[in-house]
């Protein structure tokens, strides 16, 4: 038994040492007081079994050669090195990184553009409602609509031929990177709506008197935005901005919908190439390492942001 | 004694855990009467469209065998492989279920998953109600396996309306196809249909282009005996990407279903299996009237017989089914003549039986003739060609349709995954 669990950690009346005070029992901030473990023991459980314990049966795959049938044969780390050497991979990476980069600036951005340009003013829910429907279609939906209109001949050629400008002749999903760059500006026409909505939201809930304030001071316009609104919006942005990094390392089904991460892999991305290989190629091992890879990529990244946008105490 | 909270909790908890586990264990059930004795079959597929057909044939083994069919129809080829792989190792396990020939087929019987059907066989070869030609398909190490789902032979589905406007007929020799594809080009007609890049069917010219210029080299190419940056592979893949670029295509991308746009009369010519035909009766479209079908000439002419591409899809049953006699009393049946004589006409198909009279005239006559001595039968690419292997090639001509000056590269990368599949065989190119 270590010394540390034989010595009585010192209680203070607020809750104890050198951490940080404990909400006295009946505030509410301790729900169901003592018992509060019994009743989250069975949501507990079940995420452990159909989490925890897949990802760490994941992780075993991701060092052994298995084909679904049979048994799996430890291999150690010849998957990951095998990443290393795989051009498909490294497409699989560029789209990836695309899609981060893309998704992260053009719905949000034009999301808060939007937002920012029809508050407050007469009538601006009209102006926001187009903005927000694509949002009630599904990501499958929205990949077999724009399919169609994006195909060789399809809608969008035959738009911009009529109006005479350049791109008549493109076939949009045929090439990489073009492919990627067509889907990232499809969902952008898809979660911009959302992210206005929150911005929106986001607006409404800041307090009024250090706008007031600032007007009072002469400032207006881009100064008010710059320095007075935006930093007060700055906890919505983060969440924002953070759901939006990581639904973008996770991309898949626009993708698979609309090209299946072809033609010849071109639009790949790591959640497809992981897809493909498992079920479609049936290297449950190679497929798993990149899972591996992708879980470790999104987390250290989310919490790379979210401790850069937030303050220590509050993480 | 008055249970106390923890005590409760402690109970719920596990009421949860043994109602999550018991939901685990419980298997998949079918159909049965009060004896426990099967009266429906599950018959799970990975040909969604054709539920229709399959209960209409659970109507008829219902009356005729007492068992009626449910169909559970997938649509999405890697969930259904998927599925299929993981029942092996789990409580629910499928009665009957489709697969495919060749080396698939081959990895599960390996991992002593499928239900040995010789003695079905061996009768059925005995009664003239299976041709033994199509045995060899299904016999891995001596014995057979599975009984046929579905036979075609593939060919050209070429629009009546659009021939006869241009005064063409179904070509004997690749000289006159291509004639007839010069013609139409010349009257701003598409000649045939390129399949979608994203779709499995990528493969379908390269097969075609490949049996009938050199039907030894297609077999050994997949056998590991034959490399794929073979000059005269490299010749193939040269042709094609000559008609390509020659504008004999539609439009690779172009998302529209095969027979739509065969309907529309975008293409006028398709490349498919007899199984087209379903596509055809479903759209309204009549054989001999609005639609014909003639064998692919081959390129090569100075070749012995003409090659003609042919797949048989399985219906297998596992070693370790729900109910083996069940499973097993289903596919006997299957493969009688009533029973396949209503599976073929119905959807508008050739039979594996070769006792079934179909009910459409052109499609006897081609079951006739691919049965004549003039052909020279090559099991399908997709079935022919080892899984991995399969799925680089499918990505690299996928990438092929839209850059077709990409071919060397596409063969090289496809080569490097034959390699790597024929070294852990044992064999080599």
Redesign the interface.
């Known amino acids: 038994m270590s010394a540390h669990e034989t010595l009585p950690r010192p209680r203070s009346a607020a809750g104890g040492g050198d951490s940080p005070p404990r909400a006295p029992r009946g505030t509410g901030f301790r729900l169901f007081g003592r018992?509060r473990f019994?009743?989250l023991?069975?949501a507990v459980?079940?995420v452990a079994?159909l989490l925890y314990l897949p990802f760490l049966w994941t992780v075993y795959l991701s060092m052994t050669r298995y084909?679904?049938?049979?048994s799996p044969v430890f291999t150690g780390l010849e998957n990951y090195t095998r990443l290393l050497d795989d051009p498909a991979m490294l497409t699989s990476i560029r789209n990836t990184l695309l899609w981060v980069l893309g998704t992260t600036v053009l719905p949000v951005g034009l999301g808060l553009l939007v937002a920012v340009l029809s508050y407050d003013i007469r009538g601006g829910g009209w102006y926001r409602l187009p903005f927000l429907l694509p949002y009630a279609m599904s990501g499958a939906g929205l990949g077999l609509v724009w399919?169609?209109i994006l195909?060789?001949?399809?809608v969008a050629n035959k738009v911009l031929g009529f109006l005479g400008m350049p791109g008549g002749e493109t076939?949009f999903?045929?090439?990489g990177p073009e492919n990627t760059l067509a889907m990232i500006v499809v969902w952008t026409w898809q979660q911009l709506g959302v992210n206005m909505l929150l911005f929106v939201v986001g607006l409404q809930s800041i307090p009024r008197a250090p706008i007031e304030a600032a007007r009072l001071d002469g400032a207006s316009g881009w100064r008010l935005f710059r320095h007075v609104i935006w930093p007060l919006m700055r906890p919505l942005t983060t969440v924002v901005v953070g759901l939006a990094l990581v639904a973008s390392l996770k991309t898949f089904d626009i993708v698979w919908v609309m090209?299946?991460g072809?033609?010849?892999?071109?639009s790949e991305t790591l959640a497809v190439t992981m897809?493909r290989d498992v079920?479609?190629?049936?290297e449950y091992g190679y497929g798993s390492a990149i899972a591996v890879l992708l879980t470790t990529v999104t987390g250290l990244s989310s919490y790379a942001y979210m401790r850069r946008q937030t303050r220590r105490e509050d993480f | 004694m008055k249970p106390t909270m923890p005590s409760r909790v402690t109970a719920l908890s596990a009421a949860a855990v043994l109602l999550a586990l018991a939901g685990c264990s419980s298997g998949g059930d079918s159909g049965g009467d009060s004896a426990g004795k099967k009266t429906e079959i599950k018959l799970y597929n990975d040909k969604g469209a054709w539920s229709k057909y399959f209960y209409e044939m659970g109507t008829l083994s219902k009356r005729e065998i007492g068992l009626g069919v449910k169909p559970v129809g997938y649509t999405d080829e890697p969930s259904y492989t998927a599925f299929i792989k993981a029942s092996f190792r789990t409580k629910v396990k499928p009665d009957l279920f489709t697969w495919t020939t060749g080396g698939r087929l081959r990895e599960i019987v390996k991992q002593n998953q499928v239900a040995d059907t010789s003695a079905i066989w061996q009768e059925a070869v005995g009664s003239g109600d299976l041709p033994r030609s199509l045995q060899d398909y299904y016999t891995i190490d001596g014995k057979q396996y599975c009984v046929p789902l579905n036979t075609a032979y593939w060919g050209m589905f070429y629009n009546k309306k659009i021939f006869a406007e241009h005064r063409l007929k179904p070509p004997t020799t690749w000289a006159e196809l291509m004639r007839v594809a010069d013609t139409l080009k010349s009257k701003g007609q598409v000649p045939f249909h390129h399949t979608t890049p994203t779709s499995l069917f990528s493969f379908v010219w390269f097969g075609q282009l490949l049996a009938g210029t050199d039907p030894d080299l297609y077999e050994r190419l997949n056998t590991g005996k034959a490399s794929y940056t073979d000059p005269g592979v490299v010749k193939v893949m040269e042709r094609w990407k000559g008609l390509i670029e020659g504008g004999y295509f539609s439009e690779p991308g172009d998302k529209a279903d095969p027979a739509d746009h065969f309907k529309s009369g975008k293409a006028a010519m398709v490349m498919s299996g007899t199984w087209f035909n379903t596509s055809m009766t479903q759209r309204g479209l009549k054989q001999g009237t609005d639609y014909g079908f003639f064998f692919v000439p081959n390129v090569e002419p100075s070749l012995p017989k003409t090659s003609l591409i042919f797949e048989s899809g399985p219906l297998c049953s596992l070693r370790k089914a729900p109910d083996p006699e069940a499973s097993t009393r289903f596919l006997k049946w299957w493969i009688t003549p009533k029973a396949q004589e209503t599976w073929a006409n119905s959807r508008g198909d050739v039979s594996g039986n070769p006792k079934v009279k179909a009910a459409d005239p052109e499609l006897g006559a081609i079951t006739k003739e691919a049965a004549s001595d003039r052909y020279r039968l090559a099991l399908r690419y997709f079935e022919a060609a080892p899984a991995p292997v399969l799925t680089a090639v499918l990505d690299g001509l996928s990438g092929f349709l839209v850059k077709p000056g990409t071919y060397m590269k596409v063969l090289q990368d496809i080569q490097k995954a034959n390699d790597q599949y024929w070294k852990t065989q044992g064999s080599g190119s």
């Open positions: 018992f019994g009743y023991s069975p459980l079940v079994v084909d679904g049938l049979g399919g169609f195909q060789p001949d399809g076939a999903l045929n090439d090209t299946q072809g033609p010849g892999r071109t897809y079920f479609v190629a049936d």
